[in-house]
């Protein structure tokens, strides 16, 4: 147990449908990440929130839609997704120290998109 | 950010020690060496980080060369439960870098019994 907890661990979704990803830590860290491990790939960073506040977006695609509504609290929100995003998605907290380079990881959703 | 070159795998006999290298020969002076490792389907876990001094903790110590351009994560005792994917990343403080991660492919670890 890392106290980074995520719900649901494994999701199915079909191209049309909207489901959200929820992360909580237990931690009192004030930095959240989202994370996406597709098959044979390094792990990617998507998005940062810092004190509530998005302070990274990787370029990510329109279709995935981060919330973080308080500093325990991050969701990605999912709509219109294409097979090609089925991954691994991981959730990940900080303490604004030593840069929140010292993160503690959530056990993932597995995502997949039929 | 400086760049890491790890091997892309090693084999550890149980009990020994488990010696992980990294380069960084392009580290420089304000950057951190970090170290991570994710067992399979799991999330990465935090090992250990460190800038110029060796350092230890439970999990494992780690050792930066004089010259700061290459480090070796050791697992005194590996055990079974150490098989996993080990991460060495580099990053410097502050800035608009603040919580960016860059993973790389890593070092497939394998301890056998």
Known sequence: ?114 | DAKTTQPPSMDCAEGRAANLPCNHSTISGNEYVYWYRQIHSQGPQYIIHGLKNNETNEMASLIITEDRKSSTLILPHATLRDTAVYYCIVRGLGGTSYGKLTFGQGTILTVHP
């Open chain 1, 1 to 114: 147990e890392t106290g980074v907890t995520q719900t649901p661990r494994h999701l199915v979704m079909g191209m049309t449908n909207k489901k959200s990803l929820k992360c909580e830590q237990h931690l009192g860290h004030n930095a959240m990440y989202w994370y996406k491990q597709s098959a044979k790939k390094p792990l990617e960073l998507m998005f940062v929130y810092n004190f509530k506040e998005q302070t990274e977006n990787n370029s990510v695609p329109s279709r995935f839609s981060p919330e973080c509504p308080n500093s325990s609290h991050l969701f990605l929100h999912l709509h219109t997704l294409q097979p090609e995003d089925s991954a691994l998605y991981l959730c990940a907290s900080s303490q604004e120290l030593a840069g929140g380079y010292e993160q503690y990881f959530g056990p993932g959703t597995r995502l997949t998109v039929t």
